[in-house]
């Protein structure tokens, strides 16, 4: 009985830390990307943009702007599809996220970080019908905090996979590279001796 219940804590444990980690990272970019959103509504007219040096806009500046498709602009007029997508990835995530092994911190951060984007635009598309872009980088098109978290998330679960595809090709280091007994090893007196 007491196996059981030690592992039933550590199980509950793990989830608490798991989720934790993930509703306090996941937490802190909705609200980072939701700040900005509400920023750029209340000080720019839509269509009007800023930028703290005049030299400095044709390059990057803050742009109001309204989003009724994917990120970056694309696929417009899709708000509802793509809004049952953002709440189908967020239950994934958040069900298969306590599941990951413990150490595998880059894969947290790169799942984290698409919930945050899925989640700060599924809040604008059901609070306003559209999602508020505003970060405009020379012809790049307009995008968010969020977008820019999901970009980076997919980015990075995709090196992650690339990595460990390439770490699963890569031949096995043979274990008789590295000597069990530092006397063994080739220099040492004794197998200059012959034993």
């Known amino acids: 009985?007491?196996?059981v219940?030690?592992?039933?804590?550590?199980?509950?444990?793990?989830y608490v830390w798991s989720y934790t980690f993930?509703?306090?990272?996941?937490?802190?970019?909705?609200a980072l990307d939701q700040w900005t959103k509400a920023l750029v509504r209340e000080q720019l007219p839509l269509g009007a943009s800023w930028s703290p040096w005049p030299w400095l806009a044709p390059f990057a500046r803050v742009i109001h702007w309204n989003n009724t498709g994917a990120a970056f602009g694309m696929l417009q007029n899709f708000g509802t599809v793509f809004m049952v997508l953002a709440?189908?990835?967020?239950?994934?995530?958040?069900?298969y996220f306590p599941k990951l092994p413990e150490g595998d911190w880059w894969l947290k951060i790169a799942l984290g970080l698409q919930l945050s984007g899925a989640v700060?635009?599924?809040i604008d598309r059901l609070t306003t019908g559209q999602v508020t872009d505003f970060i405009s980088v020379g012809s790049f098109p307009v995008f968010n905090v969020a977008d820019s978290s999901i970009t980076v998330g997919v980015i990075l679960l995709l090196l992650i996979i690339w990595i460990r595809d390439l770490q699963a090709k890569k031949p096995?280091?043979?274990a008789a590279t590295i000597p069990s007994n530092p006397d063994d090893s080739p220099g040492s007196p004794e197998s200059q001796q012959g034993g």
């Open 120 to 122: 700060g635009n599924l």
């Open 87 to 95: 709440i189908l990835v967020s239950i994934a995530i958040i069900y």
């Open 22 to 30: 993930l509703f306090v990272f996941s937490g802190a970019i909705v």
């Open 172 to 174: 096995n280091t043979p």
């Open 5 to 14: 219940k030690c592992r039933l804590e550590a199980g509950l444990k793990k």
């Open 1 to 3: 009985m007491g196996i």
